[in-house]
């Protein structure tokens, strides 16, 4: 049997306000998700732990996920926000030193008009001061915003990156060979790792097929190869275009007749090792 964490995934109470992200499109996530509505799922499909992922650009929400980890022993690891530009940042950092479950931070890169927003000089500084303490930083960025991405990696030898949700490529369309390209540069920095997550809302919401995935996840093996690669659900966003299943039995399906040891690693060991789990 093969050990399996959930890298990636959310909860939150619902408020329009807070969640204005969530659209008339997404009404299906307009309601609240905790920590007991996902269990018995995770308990049905053998996954025995995950990361939860911040989903609101505030830091109240690492409270919220910091204290329902601390109530339930199978959410393993929270990624949080905080603003990276703020002057008082170290003070900030500091407040979270007693939080052992806290293991990394992100920013919804994907919702800045400025492509290069990443590259933002007091940004930077932010980045630098959080890799110091040891965190960890989840890279959500749209696939034009993988060059910023690139350039920041490269001025971070020792900080350790992973690509959310393979930077959301136009799984509709299929136009990708920049996409491609920049996911091969961006993987050839050896501190960098990423999620097979977030695919099924890339494609076409109501008919999709698991072989559409396969050449993204191609891709992904090829450039960062068995050692920086896990899963992630990305529930309960997944449930616009799908269910926990058939999220879990995609990358299954993919890896099937791979050896235990690099299932081990995909489901469980780099998770592990990547966030310290």
């Given at each position: 049997m093969i050990n399996k964490i959930d890298a990636h995934q959310h909860f939150w109470r619902y408020d329009p306000i807070d969640y204005s992200w969530i659209n008339e499109e997404m009404l299906n996530l307009k309601t609240d998700f905790l920590p007991d509505d996902l269990l018995p799922v995770l308990t049905a499909n053998g996954v025995e732990g995950t990361v939860a992922v911040q989903a609101l650009q505030d830091e109240k929400e690492n409270e919220f996920l910091l204290e329902l980890a601390e109530n339930h022993p199978f959410i393993l690891g929270v990624v949080g926000w905080i603003d990276l530009k703020s002057p008082n940042l170290a003070a900030r950092l500091s407040n979270y030193d007693a939080f052992n479950k806290l293991k990394g931070f992100r920013h919804v890169l994907q919702d800045e008009e400025d492509?290069?927003?990443?590259?933002?000089?007091?940004?930077?500084?932010?980045?630098s001061a959080m890799f110091d303490i040891g965190y960890s930083y989840d890279l959500l960025v749209l696939p034009h915003q993988l060059k910023g991405a690139i350039k920041t990696v490269s001025n971070f030898e020792k900080g350790s990156f992973i690509l959310d949700h393979l930077a959301k490529p136009d799984i509709k369309t299929g136009q990708n060979e920049k996409w491609k390209d920049n996911i091969k540069a961006l993987a050839e920095f050896p501190n960098v790792y990423c999620k097979l997550s977030g695919m099924i809302?890339?494609?076409?919401?109501?008919?999709?097929?698991?072989?559409?995935?396969?050449?993204?996840?191609?891709?992904?093996?090829?450039?960062?190869?068995?050692?920086?690669?896990?899963?992630?659900?990305?529930?309960?966003?997944?449930?616009?275009?799908?269910?926990?299943?058939?999220?879990?039995?995609?990358?299954?399906?993919?890896?099937?007749?791979?050896?235990?040891?690099?299932?081990?690693?995909?489901?469980?060991?780099?998770?592990?090792?990547?966030?310290?789990?």
């Open positions: 492509s290069e927003y990443i590259l933002n000089e007091a940004f930077q500084r932010g980045l809302t890339e494609a076409a919401w109501s008919h999709w097929e698991e072989k559409e995935f396969y050449p993204y996840m191609d891709t992904v093996m090829e450039a960062f190869g068995e050692d920086r690669v896990m899963f992630g659900s990305d529930w309960p966003v997944c449930k616009l275009a799908g269910s926990y299943e058939q999220v879990i039995g995609l990358v299954e399906g993919y890896f099937k007749g791979h050896s235990e040891s690099t299932l081990q690693k995909i489901w469980y060991s780099n998770a592990v090792n990547f966030y310290r789990l």
